[in-house]
């Protein structure tokens, strides 16, 4: 039986597993019993990468069938640094788990977006998990705290969403809210009135904000960036969703 590995972004972790993706995604999600239930986003890695930060063998060597014959759901090889070390050649698709365990698989995109005008909310994946609303647009949105950034911090690399704002993209103190599902919309409407071009272009919403949001609210798709690289992983639309991949729909919005 062969080994996978999994780059998983909530935690950020690198794992080992005998557990093909679909299935990967519904052990991660839900446990072994559906006891536990929450989302689960993880790229899929190349298993013949290696790094002397990580030791990739010892942990595939741990992965093993068990006395009965089932296999090793996951081994642990690092929580700590792991985005920075990966290469992003090595780095295959993107599976979105609902905390119900269905998985979805997203095709890395040949580019990226071409930017827009309106203002955007990006929730930061890994390594950190910052709600940001921004006048930039994702790719400059990624060099600012990257490789070219306007303050003090910088990070090596990021993964990060890009969410619905719907009217209030363009008109954040009178657009209708609609059906924005946020719970905190009077204080998303206060951090987008404060941003300035060319003064205040980034404001955080929350820094330390939660990992679980609306599958239907991601808009565009994925980013992941390790240093100078940055790709995109686009969202399927609404009615591909519908048609193609309706079980996983269902599931995403129970």
Avoid at 202 to 229: A, T
């Amino acid at each position: 039986m062969s080994v996978h590995l999994y780059f998983s972004l909530i935690p950020e972790a690198l794992i080992a597993s005998m557990l093909p993706p679909e299935r990967f995604g519904q052990y991660y999600a839900t446990g072994h019993k559906f006891k536990s239930k929450g989302q689960a986003l993880f790229f899929e890695v190349d298993p013949s990468f290696r790094h002397e930060y990580f030791d990739i063998d010892g942990a595939f060597e741990r992965c093993a069938e068990k006395p009965d014959g089932t296999p090793k759901n996951s081994v642990y090889i690092s929580m700590y640094r792991v985005m920075e070390h990966l290469s992003m050649e090595a780095i295959g698709q993107l599976y979105l788990t609902t905390a119900m365990g269905a998985t979805l698989g997203l095709k890395r995109g040949e580019g990226l977006p071409k930017p827009d005008q309106e203002r955007h909310m990006f929730q930061d994946l890994a390594p950190i998990n910052s709600l940001v609303v921004s006048l930039l647009e994702p790719e400059k949105y990624y060099v600012d705290v990257t490789t070219q950034p306007s303050k003090f911090f910088r990070f090596p690399g990021m993964c990060f969403v890009e969410l619905e704002l719907g009217p209030l993209a363009r008109d954040p103190e009178n657009g209708q809210e609609g059906d924005l599902p946020y719970s905190f919309l009077l204080h998303l409407r206060e951090a987008l009135l404060e941003l300035r071009p060319g003064s205040k272009q980034n404001k955080l919403v929350h820094r330390v904000h939660s990992l679980q949001f609306p599958y239907r609210m991601v808009k565009g798709g994925f980013f992941l960036g390790i240093g100078e690289q940055l790709v995109h992983y686009p969202m399927l639309s609404h009615d591909e969703l519908r048609k193609d991949h309706s079980n996983w729909w269902r599931s995403a919005n129970l």
